[in-house]
């Protein structure tokens, strides 16, 4: 999709932080600065409010959001991220082993992230971490 930064993030086994992100179209400062990030409650970002709730998180303004820490909307802001949207990526059992995530520039409603897109993406981003988190935590992990 034109503009959209897009980008995964994936919980530790214990699902207390987050473990490591991949955003291809951010410079490495993003997934530095994210990595580790606890899962909360409160809620660091819309990565892991999505993980932990299950459900996808929109944000349509990183400057008017106040559901999320400064740490996070500064972070975002200051990589060209003002809004976000982000989808639980499930594994095995539906367990939330992770987050699609889509990002913009400008402020963006709801038009701008397609859903089926976004579901299609997570979905896929799902089967292929699974299969990556069996190789590398063993094959009885769900998280």
Do not use: W
């Not at 929109?58 to 060209?80: M, N, P, Q, Y």
């Not at 981003?125 to 935590?137: N, P």
């Amino acid at each position: 999709m034109p503009g959209c930064r897009a980008g995964v993030c994936i919980a530790s086994a214990d699902h207390t932080k987050l473990e490591r992100s991949v955003f291809p179209n951010l410079p490495p400062t993003f997934q530095q600065a994210i990595k580790q990030l606890p899962m909360g409650p409160p809620y660091i970002g819309c990565c892991t409010a999505a993980m932990q709730g299950k459900q996808i998180i929109t944000v349509h303004d990183l400057e008017k959001e106040s559901r999320f820490s400064d740490l996070f909307i500064a972070t975002c802001l200051s990589h060209g991220i003002r809004s976000l949207r982000s989808r639980p990526v499930y594994g095995r059992a539906d367990a939330a082993i992770g987050t699609f995530v889509m990002g913009y520039g400008e402020p963006s409603d709801d038009q701008r992230f397609d859903l089926p897109y976004i579901d299609f993406a997570a979905d896929a981003v799902g089967a292929m971490l699974q299969r990556e988190l069996d190789r590398t935590r063993g094959p009885l992990s769900s998280h």
